[in-house]
């Protein structure tokens, strides 16, 4: 049988709405400003209530900080967000009226998932993706499952050593002075350099700080987890100097340290931009809900 699934981009700007078949083909979509949960909820549960086809299932790859331990009261929920007014929202609970089995992650472990199934992770049972954009969060896979623990991962919030010559900036995480998104991420880099990161030309300083931070933070991945390959998207790494300035500074800070061919010969291929580019955690949503429809306990 052709399933035909809905699969939602949760962000912190849009909800991205889309109704996917197991193809891949879209057959609708939709962008809902996200406004007050109330509102978007109910806009996006309209969306796919009008959209004429059956759906099988629902996959939401949403920002968090989220609730995904199944036993819990809260199961499906936005925790603890800074973002205003969504606090504690009961996501999953918005589509029980629909009937379906509703898939639910991280927005990071939805574009993993889209990049497993689809993009630049396939084959691949370990491995990392990243979005460094207004923040950073991390995600992926670990031996053919995505990363979950007692939450999910935080991969934003790793602390890292200043360098030298940026020792006076403050960061800009509300929780932590020298964590990876208060040090690397867009707002980061606009609140250090007093200007945009799409602003700053190639040749400004801000890279090559930029690309050491990053570089420090895919180096505690390496040797944790010891990821086949490490996906780096978000609207910074649009900047094009950062791919080879990161893969350089990986090396280097590696030093030679662990011995896998793949870490010297095919750097361009172990680190690498999403194959999906901006569709990762839509697709994403829609895989973890094609992966629902075949019972997989975990989303029902
Ligand atoms: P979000 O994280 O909000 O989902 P994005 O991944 O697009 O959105 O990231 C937005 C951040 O990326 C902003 O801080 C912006 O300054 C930065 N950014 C966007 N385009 C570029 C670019 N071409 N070069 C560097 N930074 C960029
Ligand atoms: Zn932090």
Redesign the pocket.
């Known amino acids: 049988m052709k399933h035909v699934v809905g699969a939602i981009e949760a ?3 849009k909800f991205n709405c889309a109704v996917v078949t197991e193809q891949r083909e879209v057959l609708a979509e939709a962008r809902i400003a996200t406004t007050t949960p109330e509102q978007t909820l109910r806009e996006a549960r309209a969306f796919f209530e009008s959209s004429f086809h059956a759906l099988s299932a629902l996959g939401i790859s949403c920002f968090g900080p989220i609730d995904l331990d199944i036993s819990s009261p809260t199961y499906g929920y936005i925790t603890e967000t800074p973002k205003s007014g969504w606090r504690n929202t009961d996501v999953i609970g918005a589509f029980k009226q629909m009937d379906i089995p509703v898939a639910f992650d991280t927005d990071v472990n939805g574009a993993a998932f889209g990049e497993h199934k689809f993009g630049a992770a396939q084959d691949l049972h370990t491995f990392a993706y990243y ?1 460094i ?3 950073i969060g991390g995600g992926g896979m670990f031996a053919g499952q995505l990363l979950h623990g007692l939450t999910h991962p935080e991969m934003g919030h790793v602390f890292l050593p200043q360098r030298d010559d940026d020792r006076s900036f403050e960061g800009i995480c509300p929780y932590h002075a020298g964590c990876l998104e208060g040090l690397a ?3 980061a ?2 609140k250090r350099w007093g200007t ?3 602003n ?1 030309p190639e040749d400004h300083p801000a890279w090559d700080l930029e690309a050491h931070y990053i570089a420090l933070a895919l180096v505690n991945t390496i040797c944790t987890i010891s990821p086949q390959r490490i996906i780096l ?4 790494m ?2 094009g100097v950062l791919f080879p300035l990161v893969r350089q500074k990986v090396l280097s800070l590696l030093n030679g340290y662990i011995h896998h061919p793949t870490l010297v010969q095919e750097m361009n291929s172990f680190i690498v931009p999403p194959a999906l580019e901006n569709r990762s955690a839509i697709f994403g949503a829609a895989a973890m809900a094609l992966t629902s429809t075949d019972c997989d306990k975990r989303f029902l």
């Open positions: 962000g912190g700007t979005t954009g207004t923040g991420s867009g707002p880099l606009q945009t990161a799409e700053l998207g978000g609207g910074v649009s900047q």
